[in-house]
T-cell receptor, first 118, second 115 residues
Framework: GAVVSQHPSRVICKSGTSVKIECRSL??????MFWYRQFPKQSLMLMAT?????????EQGVEKDKFLINHASLTLSTLTVTSAHPEDSSFYIC??????????????FGEGSRLTVL | DAKTTQPPSMDCAEGRAANLPCNHS???????VYWYRQIHSQGPQYIIH???NNETNEMASLIITEDRKSSTLILPHATLRDTAVYYC????????????????FGRGTQLTVWP
């Protein structure tokens, strides 16, 4: 089956530092990747859409200078939380849209990355 | 914005069928109904999707009303491992030439399966 891997799964950082989260499609090529954020006991909120080789499209209210997204290849997208603050602490989840249908699906989620900013 | 309404929580006894309802009264003609679930602290997992016909796979069955304004996800024999938040989402269907994939999650239904 199709696997989307996120790294790191957990990260703790000091306030003011930047943190990079990677999202990789391991056995398929992803034309588009999506980033979500989820606060405790809340639903997933779409942050941005990234297409390989082009700039990301951010949802309304999401600061693009705060959450830098790079989609340099068909298998890797990165989310960098710049100058992180405690309010950025959250569960960040990516999903990848396969270029070619894989099995019975075309959209696959990573296992999430939990960011804690002290 | 999420275009669906789901009950916030439901309980089900292990081994019994779990029937999770979803209202999507503003669904468009080209929109499918998708179901995902999220076990605590994990990424969402795809369950099933449908357009207007009922669907069944190894995980669940999806019953869509004739007017497509509501649907029900059925887990025929719930197990403790089925305890999760279940999300019903409407979205344009699985087309390769489109810019699909942006999902807008509602609050979902917390299903608790008890022994």
């Amino acid at each position: 089956g199709a696997v989307v891997s996120q790294h790191p799964s957990r990260v703790i950082c000091k306030s003011g530092t930047s943190v990079k989260i990677e999202c990789r499609s391991l056995d398929f090529q992803a034309t588009t990747m999506f980033w979500y954020r989820q606060f405790p006991k809340q639903s997933l909120m779409l942050m941005a859409t990234s297409n390989e080789g082009s700039k990301a499209t951010y949802e309304q209210g999401v600061e693009k200078d705060k959450f830098l997204i790079n989609h340099a290849s068909l298998t890797l997208s990165t989310l960098t939380v710049t100058s992180a603050h405690p309010e950025d602490s959250s569960f960040y989840i990516c999903s990848a849209k396969a270029r070619v249908r894989v099995g019975t699906g075309e959209l696959f989620f990573g296992e999430g990355s939990r960011l804690t900013v002290l | 914005d999420a275009k669906t309404t789901q009950p916030p929580s439901m309980d089900c006894a292990e081994g019994r069928a779990a029937n999770l309802p979803c209202n999507h009264s503003t669904i468009s003609g080209n929109e499918y109904v998708y179901w995902y679930r999220q076990i605590h602290s994990q990424g969402p997992q795809y369950i099933i999707h449908g357009l207007k016909n009922n669907e069944t796979n190894e995980m669940a069955s999806l019953i869509i009303t004739e007017d497509r304004k509501s649907s029900t996800l059925i887990l025929p024999h719930a197990t403790l491992r089925d305890t999760a938040v279940y999300y019903c989402i409407v979205r344009v269907g699985p087309g390769w030439g489109s810019t699909l994939g942006r999902l807008y999650f509602g609050r979902g239904t917390q299903l608790t399966v008890w022994p």
